[in-house]
């Protein structure tokens, strides 16, 4: 094989690897619109963060609240001096005459 014909397949070769890689590329609407999508959903996403963070916040603070009304003085009585409870509201009715 002479020069002449090594550059003319190196040049073939090169073609066709440019080929192929040019073959495999989006258009550039179509690569910005996935783009925009892909942005769209990571904003939607932050949307839905946040507004779990919000619930969340809030069935905490409700929490903080229903704690506090529980403790309060009114309640104490329940309570005996090992703050252990006098009345079990999740046991049996009938169990509690018998305790």
């Known amino acids: 094989m002479t020069s002449y014909s090594l550059l003319l397949l ?8 440019a080929a192929g890689l040019e073959s495999n590329r ?24 946040q507004r779990v963070e919000d619930t969340v916040d809030k069935l905490e603070a409700e929490l903080a609240a229903l704690l506090d009304t529980i403790e309060a003085p009114r309640w104490r009585p329940l309570l005996d001096t090992n703050e252990k409870t006098k009345v079990d509201i999740l046991q049996d009715p009938g169990q509690r005459d018998q305790s």
């Open 26 to 49: 989006q258009p550039r609407a179509v690569h910005s619109g996935a783009c925009q999508e892909h942005r769209t959903l990571h904003s939607r996403l932050d949307v839905v963060e």
């Open 10 to 17: 190196l040049l073939l070769l090169t073609g066709c690897a």
